[in-house]
């Protein structure tokens, strides 16, 4: 089992910015991604970013020119930075994690959810 807590959201203004974090204990496997997923009142659960252990980085089209996503392998951490918020963005963001086996298969794990707001 793996364990994530995401922190950092909260209510900005249009054109602010907000950093999330998501910190993963437990069964921890070396080949893996990490990520971001949102939900959007009244939508279903989207993806944000993903990056894998590896260093490739996956972006919707809706944020890639204004978010970034980053990890830290030591402190099996992923991080997001959010800029330019747009009131679009609004979500309750999640974050996930991919252990990967070497089989080819894997399985996801999920945090809480950290909600984010963009609002005047």
């Known amino acids: 089992q793996v364990q994530l807590v995401e922190s950092g959201g909260g209510l900005v203004q249009p054109g602010g910015s907000l950093r999330l974090s998501c910190a993963a204990s437990g069964s921890i496997f070396s080949a893996n991604a990490m990520g971001w997923y949102r939900r959007a009142p009244g939508k279903e659960r989207d993806l944000v970013a993903t990056?894998?252990?590896?260093?490739?980085?996956n972006y919707a089209e809706s944020v890639k020119d204004r978010f970034t996503i980053s990890r830290d392998n030591a402190k099996n951490t992923v991080y997001l930075q959010m800029n330019n918020l747009k009131p679009e963005d609004t979500a309750v963001y999640y974050c996930n994690w991919r252990n990967f086996y070497s089989s080819g298969s894997y399985v996801n794990y999920w945090g809480q959810g950290t909600q984010v707001t963009v609002s005047s």
């Open positions: 990056i894998h252990s590896g260093g490739n980085t």
